[in-house]
């Protein structure tokens, strides 16, 4: 096992008077294996954390690096976690037949080899399904949750692109299964004002058409996995504060699809993020990113001028404002 160490960001700067936050260590990249399966975490760690470490498990197109743009907004408040579990990122490939139990002890494992006893989880898309799934399987190791861009059903726009998409992809025509991919991320633009809307599709497009043979291997099948074994299952849910948020145009997972994520959970907090759809991290990072901080530090929601007002939805009732 090695642990290969990579500089950190620099804390933000702040013109506010008081003391700064305490800046992140190195980060440290450990290599682990579960199973016979070999993949890679990332952890950054807070000296003086102002909260529990943070394990942020991604969308299926992201990786362990995907979130160094929010460290500059989270690492100073306590330890990251970022992992390319089996199957994604550069970890080992995962047959589809390995079903979301396995990712979800996985993510145990990891926490287990790097000794973290518990942690605020956030899933963001796919992160969720895996992330909900720890949850119910490790409750003794979940703080706080946030879900983002989530659900508990496969959405409609899904099931119908895979067989398309696996189809494209095993013909080779990458360009059009970038297409199709950004279709489905990404919101219309005539449905609402999305921040940085045709900046994200380009980096999407651009990101999808030069993924490697290994990476499109990984993705056909991911979607295999998701389609065969499903992403919920009604186990009991551990009562830990929970936020489930959106963007208020995602076309994907829906408002109210994180409505009946937020309603399977006990008392689960929802609201969506304004003028952003279902790359609501991406297009709006700084606010996603203050939204994930102020709720695992426990701090007010209320009248965020990005956010719509928080709700606690009800299972088979209307929204109930917080």
Known sequence: ???????????PRT?????LPSAPERAEERELAFEGFAYTCRVVRQREPRTAPLLLLGGS?????SWQSHEKWLAPLCTMITVDLPGYGTSDFLPAGYDIDFLADAVQHTLTEIGVPEVNLFGGCFGEVVGLRFAQRHPESVRRIVFAAAAIRLPDLYQEAVPRLSQ???RGDIEQAADGLVRLFMSDPEAGKVRRHAAVARLLQHQFVNQTPDEIRKAVEHNTRLVTHGCYRPLPVPAVPALVFTGEYDTLCTPQMGRELAAAMPGALFTTVREADHLVTVERRQESAELIARFCTDRPLDDLPYCTPVEVPRAGSSPTPA
Not at 61 to 65: I, K
């Open 1 to 11: 096992m090695r642990t290969a160490v990579i500089a950190a960001q620099d804390p």
């Open 61 to 65: 197109s992201q990786n362990r690096y």
């Open 15 to 19: 013109g506010r008077s008081g003391s």
């Open 168 to 170: 494209t992809l095993a």
